[in-house]
């Protein structure tokens, strides 16, 4: 009898599986190409540098948005936040590297990931590599396997492909798979202009051309995934969403809200439903989520905070916003608003210095550089910026004017009543999603993390 019951439930279970994929097989493939540790510098942002002829095909064929922000600046935050469409810390998912060890965090009753939205849909899910997610999970739940290959005939996929980006430099055989691949256009440390925050000595120099090459690299990654889709006749039904999970690790770039760490490429190919476009709105990553279920005909949950980008009733956000909170060991707390043209930055631990200990960072040779240029009174006025023993409890910067963030407006009295409004979104942004960021982590939490 058991078994009998056991062989009508498998039946069961199949039939609604190949009526779910039956459902979905007119429905676009969607493919999330996620890269790592990577800024805005591909060539068709005016990166004159790099060679990425792939991805400035797919800017100009796609929609470009010039201003999409990552909701945390940090890979596990900002992953977690990618594969929920939600803010890393309305979910509780925003101290990066969490549930590593004993203690562990569960999504919020009655959310579901992404993945596991397509599967109930009938779509196959696979993901390429990196996950780091700050929650508990099942693998099986949201992905069927790596790759799409092994999905039923007709059956549409949703598909991750994680790119090891900006992580190529600093790891010997990755940085000589890049030499390798691309001998004709290495970029040498003396073509390297850097940031103006940034001392220009070797170490930043060469550090910077490594990085460079790793765009280039990058390229040549998607230029394949492009191929493969051509090859297997995919590409015509397939949507392509191109973005970096956050910025450059450098000084000033991950883990920090500045531009160089939350401002990313973030591109829409999909030329059978969209014309190629430029646009200036603000995004959240988070957007990626909801725009995926819309193309898919998935119906968005109405707990999501992720918004759809194409839908004929769309509005685009007003603002947004950025957070970071503890990186590894490194505890911290900071909000960043962008509004118009407008950077607005809350250090809710003004009385800590930028440059915390932490073990990520301090022991790369531009790091050690930065803090000996430091103690030997060699750094000018805006690389000093963040070697500050202390930081102001509020940063504003017109990134018209001041691209770089090295200007702080907010002790200005022009702009006193900026800074009022900005402290009134980031208010309501608090309360409206239940920042949990604001709740200080328990000693059992930390504890279980640092051991793990």
Not at 96 to 118: A, D, M, V, Y
């Amino acid at each position: 009898m058991m078994k009998k019951n056991m062989k009508a439930k498998m039946l069961i279970a199949a039939a609604l599986l190949c009526a779910c994929a039956g459902f979905a097989a007119d429905r676009p493939n969607i493919l999330w190409i996620i890269v790592e540790d990577m800024s805005c510098h591909f060539g068709y942002q005016g990166e004159k540098l790099v060679h990425t002829p792939i991805v400035d095909q797919l800017a100009r064929e796609g929609v470009v948005f010039e201003n999409a922000y990552v909701a945390a600046p940090v890979c596990s935050a900002s992953r977690s936040s990618m594969i929920t469409g939600m803010y890393q810390t309305s979910i509780g998912a925003h101290n990066h590297r969490s549930s590593r060890g004993k203690h562990k965090i569960h999504l919020p009753e009655g959310i579901q990931t992404i993945p596991e939205l397509f599967k109930q849909a009938g779509y196959y899910t696979c993901n390429s590599g990196k996950e780091d997610y700050n929650f508990v999970y099942k693998r099986g739940a949201m992905y069927d396997a790596p790759s799409w290959s092994k999905r039923a005939e007709g059956q549409p996929f949703f598909a991750q492909i994680q790119l090891r980006g900006g992580k190529l430099r600093n790891v010997g055989k990755w940085n000589d798979e890049v030499n390798r691949a691309i001998p004709d256009r290495l970029v040498k440390p003396e073509e390297v202009t850097l940031p103006p925050y940034y001392p220009d000595c070797d170490e930043f120099r060469k550090d910077w051309a490594e990085y460079l090459n790793s765009v280039s690299y990058t390229d040549v990654e998607v230029g394949k995934i492009i191929s493969r889709l051509k090859t297997e006749n995919l590409l015509d039904s397939t949507v392509i969403f191109f973005i970096t999970d956050h910025g450059i690790s450098q000084v000033r770039g991950k883990q920090f809200l500045y531009d160089e760490g939350a401002r990313i490429p973030f591109i829409v190919w999909a030329p059978e439903k969209l014309k190629p476009q430029v646009k200036d709105e603000l995004i959240s990553h988070i957007d990626m989520a909801a725009a995926s279920l819309e193309f898919a005909g998935i119906d968005i949950p109405e707990y999501m905070e992720a918004k759809p980008l194409f839908n004929t009733n769309h509005a685009p956000r007003p603002y947004v916003v950025t957070a970071r909170d503890r990186c590894d060991e490194t505890v911290d707390h900071i909000r960043g608003v962008r509004k118009g043209h407008f950077k607005y930055i809350k250090n809710y631990l003004p009385n800590r210095p930028y440059l915390q200990p932490c073990d990520y960072k301090d022991h790369k040779p531009w790091m050690l550089k930065l803090r000996a240029l430091d103690q030997q009174g060699k750094l000018n006025a805006a690389q000093k910026l963040v070697m500050a023993k202390t930081r102001p409890a509020e940063e504003l910067y017109d990134l018209s004017v001041d691209p770089f963030e090295i200007n702080n407006l907010a002790a200005d009295e022009a702009y006193a009543s900026k800074l009022v409004e900005f402290r009134d979104i980031l208010s309501n942004w608090e309360k409206e999603t239940g920042d949990r960021g604001m709740i200080a982590e328990t000693d059992e939490s930390y504890d279980s993390s640092m051991a793990a």
